[in-house]
């Protein structure tokens, strides 16, 4: 039943970003940005992990760039089934990843968990519960009770629901920041 519920959340949400430019999705996720600089748990992080966006989600491209050079930036590589952290040291330190086609950093696995202040979370829907949902392959869930760090969820507006079905291993964010 939850699955099921699931399926439809992401077939609803998959429509309405099909239904949006690239370029509105950049000013939308701009918006999101400035309000994340603004954030104290942003502001104090020395070490943030964060996502090389796909191009249907908050596009943490130019974030990334721009941020790079002030703190250290920690991205995931999905191998096998897992997501391996790797700092990110440039846009030369990128190859396209074999699973998803996405934009992943090569280099050394980064393994000091601890040392990681911020996560800022990407997901198909969240709700006013801090809950959050993915794409349904579990690298997060799996990923992010090995962190103590803080979870900011990033999400365009329509992407924030009534409620997201749970289940037992679905980690919750500490807040979630909208355009």
Known sequence: MVNEHKKQIRKHIREIKSKISLAEKQLRSEKIFRKLENNT??????????????EDEVQTQDFILKYAVKKEIILPSVQNEELVLRKFDGLESLKTGVKYGI????????????????????????????????????YYD????????????????????????????DVKMNEIITD
């Open 41 to 54: 748990f942003f502001q104090k992080a020395d070490c943030v992990m964060v996502y090389w966006s796909m």
């Open 103 to 138: 934009q992943e950093p090569e280099g050394e696995d980064f393994i000091d968990f601890g040392k990681i202040d911020l996560v800022i979370v990407p997901g198909i829907a969240f709700d006013n519960e801090n809950n959050r949902m993915g794409r349904g392959k579990a």
């Open 142 to 169: 799996r990923l992010l009770p090995k962190l103590n760090a803080y979870k900011i969820g990033v999400c365009f507006d329509f992407q924030l629901i009534d409620a997201v079905p749970t289940d037992e291993h």
